[in-house]
């Protein structure tokens, strides 16, 4: 039995990660479509050998769907998911719109899959922010055998993350500093090249940034509410790949040893950890990859059962596009699809 796939946004980053993720990765798709705003209606995305023509998202007939992953913005989805849901489709959104409802499951297939079956309420399921999923599959295994009290993460994150216009303006300024143009920043509050920005999203009133934010509500909401974390997210001059800085005080005590073994043994990680020149991961070697990669494992002395890891990702792949993959999958595989029903 194939299903009929749609994806949402096709024309942009994550739209065409999630075309190129679902070929690789051979979905049983009868069929899949590639739709976004009438804009692009008509251009043309690639999907494996094939290639679609984009349909308007405007005038989709959602009904006969099973399956459509979203990811063309947050005020999109929040005005056409609910539309396809009713229609029986269910909706994998990668937008925020949706990850903090409760009637909607906020899922990582390797940290928290038993509760997608909760999609049934709205027919919608929820990815989380890209730089929350790498963080919860590497916290995962740890919280499981020791108990994670405390998280200090700070965030280094690529321009991808802000869209195509955020990549061409790295590229450009980064031209333009070497034959002395002017730098006039627009997607940026400032000058992104040869920089960084400690600055992601709109400041909230308590003084930090609704990016930081994202990565303590939804933490708390797939993996424990009782773990307290704070985040400080900075933009960085490339183009693809999070990295992340994260330091935890555990509940109990565990050796970086013991924390070496436990995430080389857990699903959707690879460890690359050698104390060596060059023995740990970057976004360059990330960048195309669909493993959440962790370094630098190492016992924090300054707090009682203390660690500190270096996590990367592709924030484009397990941070946005595999992920909606992998909750497709899951649906599949548990068989839920069949017990869907279209909302009245």
């Known amino acids: 039995m194939g299903y009929r796939v749609v994806v949402v ?12 993720t679902l070929a690789e990765r051979e979905f049983d798709a009868t069929e899949v479509a590639a739709v976004a705003s009438s804009r ?14 984009v349909q308007s998202l405007d005038d989709f007939d959602f009904a006969g769907w099973d399956i459509g ?31 903090m409802d409760p009637d909607v499951p906020l899922v990582v297939p390797e940290v928290n899959p038993d509760a997608v079956a909760g999609f049934t309420k709205r027919n919608i399921i929820a990815n989380p922010n890209c730089s929350t999923i790498q963080l919860v599959v590497a916290l995962k295994p740890l919280h499981d055998a020791a108990g994670i009290r405390r998280v200090v993460v700070s965030t280094y994150q690529s321009t991808s993350g802000a869209g195509n216009d955020a990549m061409e303006e790295l590229f450009q300024q980064t031209k ?30 308590d003084g930090s940034t609704k990016e930081e934010w994202k990565m303590v509500v939804e933490t708390k909401k797939i993996l424990d509410p009782a773990i307290k974390l704070t985040a400080t997210c900075v933009r960085v001059p490339t183009f693809i790949g999070h990295g ?8 109990r005590p565990l050796s970086a040893k013991d924390a070496r073994k436990l995430l080389r043994e857990s699903p959707g990680i690879l460890v690359v950890d050698e104390r060596e020149d060059g023995g740990y991961v970057t976004p360059v070697e990330a960048a195309g990859e669909s493993a959440t990669f962790i370094s630098r494992i190492r016992e924090d002395p300054t707090v009682e059962n203390g660690l500190n890891l270096w996590v990367v990702a592709d924030n484009l792949r397990k941070g946005a596009a595999l992920n909606s993959v992998q909750i497709a999958e899951l649906l599949v595989n548990r068989q839920l699809l069949g017990a869907k029903r279209p909302l009245h």
């Open 9 to 20: 946004g096709a024309t942009g980053n994550v739209g065409r990660e999630m075309l190129k």
């Open 40 to 53: 692009s209606k008509g251009k043309k995305v690639s999907f494996g050998d094939r290639t679609l023509t």
């Open 69 to 99: 992953l979203f990811s063309p913005g947050a005020a999109v989805s929040s005005k056409h998911a609910p539309r396809a849901a009713k229609a029986g489709c269910v909706v994998i959104d990668n937008t925020s719109h949706f990850r």
């Open 176 to 205: 333009g500093i070497f034959v002395n143009d002017d730098i006039k920043p627009r997607k940026f509050t400032k000058q992104i090249a040869f920089n960084v920005i400690p600055h992601i999203d709109k400041f909230l009133d």
């Open 244 to 251: 992340e800085a994260v330091n935890l005080e555990l509940e």
